[in-house]
């Protein structure tokens, strides 16, 4: 089955800086990778998706990348804000023994973003 | 309507309790999951119906049973729990679990169980 490994598991910046979330996936036949944004006590947020047929798409200050070559893919976060504080995570999307799509979770990055 | 609604928020029950959770989706998803949270950790998936028929069971306890009344609704029983089983339950749904162009999946606000 798919395993998705991501790092880091914490990473702290000060405002205003970047912040990059990498993760690797191991089946080649993952089609769909999006990234969720869970607050504290709060749901999992979809807040951007990429598609295999797709190198790059931002949405405002998130980006993702896909490198579908190397089987990883990255999110960006430019003039973080102290509201983006919150543990992220990457899921992959592959084909399952049943023919359905289930998504594989990284194991999450908590980010800090320090005032 | 985007939602998907999860009732209780909370639930205290005993080990000899039988209680259930409820999700509701009103996006016309025909996919619809059970995942388990437990603190620090990412949701681990349990069960997914797709078209109201049961479609994936990740080696669930039996303790743990799942039901979709129609196409909105899911629920998932709980009866004979223990202490470990204590964590958020989310559900979720997405358009459609075997159309891979449909896979976005959105999540509920999650009841969090604890077993006393």
Redo the contacts between chains.
Sequence with gaps: GENVEQHPSTLSVQEGDSAVIKCTYSDSAS??F?W?KQELG?????II?IRSNVGEKKDQRIAVTLNKTAKHFSLHITETQPEDSA?Y?CAA?S??R??????T????TRLMVKP | DTEVTQTPKHLVMGMTNKKSLKCEQHMGHRAMYWYKQKAKKPPELMFVYSYEKLSINESVPSRFSPECPNSSLLNLHLHALQPEDSALYLCASSQDFYDARNTEAFFGQGTRLTVV
């Design positions: 089609n769909y999006p969720y709060k749901r999992p947020q979809l998706d543990v995570f999307s084909p399952s049943g023919a359905g799509n289930m998504l979770f990284g194991g999450g």
